[in-house]
């Protein structure tokens, strides 16, 4: 039996405009009406975040920063945060400079880097509708970060994930959210651990949630709820390991999927 839904924004509830559609809106807040836990679990900053889905008008805890984040929407307060250890970030920002590699550090929902006038940081701005602060990242006092995040071309960014892999092992959580954008967040996160930890506090099971993704930081996430679903425009890692397969986020693929799945029944 479904009691909630997981849903990833980019490529999933969002369209290419960065909009929830109508249809998608309406479907969601019927069954927020009827009584189902409804999570948004996205790589997104909560700043990123908040703005889109407000307009639910629906009580959400928000899955932020691919599962190092969990926000309350309703009384904008966090809930739960698992940042990078200090010296891992140390060692990140040494390979990207290494590599010449474009890395992003978030702290206290702020959005650094050490070039603003890149491509891509004007790529990653127009994608997430935030803005940078310019910073040495040698001049940080503190380096807990609650997310890093690579860009580049993404054959970079598959040579970069072999060093990551050979540095840290598994003392890192690693995931494409995008093709040309690397994440790199605590061992202890990911998308599926963190819902785990909402749907606890709610006392509901993994196995009673039905969670929608497109990409591969989704992929934890799809095979851990009892019922995963890929999105039409999924890549084929995600539809692989899915239960189901919607239309894709240009159809209202998350609304038109649990309108015949509950609303119609």
Request: proline content about 1%.
């Amino acid at each position: 039996m479904i009691k909630a839904i997981a849903l990833d924004l980019d490529g999933t509830l969002l369209n290419d405009k960065k909009e929830i559609t109508e249809e998608n809106q309406k479907v969601l807040q019927e069954l927020n009406r009827l009584g189902y836990e409804i999570v948004i679990a996205t790589g997104r900053a909560y700043s990123a975040t908040k703005n889109l889905v407000k307009n639910l008008n629906i009580p959400l805890d928000i899955v932020c920063y691919n599962g190092a984040k969990i926000v309350s929407l309703e009384e904008d307060k966090v809930i739960f945060e698992e940042p990078l250890d200090e010296e891992i970030v140390k060692k990140l920002i040494n390979l990207s400079h290494e590599t010449k590699t474009h890395l992003n550090l978030y702290q206290n929902e702020t959005w650094y880097v050490e070039d603003d006038l890149n491509w891509e940081t004007e790529y990653y701005s127009k994608s997430i509708g935030m803005d940078a602060i310019k910073k040495d990242f040698k001049t940080f006092k503190n380096l807990k970060m609650t997310k890093a995040l690579f860009i580049d071309e993404n054959e970079k960014l598959k040579t970069l994930e072999i060093k990551l892999n050979d540095l840290f092992g598994e003392n890192i959580y690693m995931a494409f959210s995008q093709e040309k954008y690397l994440e790199v967040l605590n061992k202890n996160v990911n998308k599926a651990k963190t819902l785990e930890k909402v749907l606890n506090s709610k006392n509901i099971l993994m196995s009673e949630c039905i969670a929608f993704g497109d990409a591969e930081n989704d992929i934890e996430m799809i095979e851990g709820v009892g019922y995963g679903v890929a999105m039409g425009n999924a890549t084929e890692k995600v539809k692989k390991v899915a239960k189901d397969i919607a239309d894709t986020n240009l159809e209202s693929g998350v609304g038109r999927f649990l309108n015949k799945l509950i609303l119609e029944k």
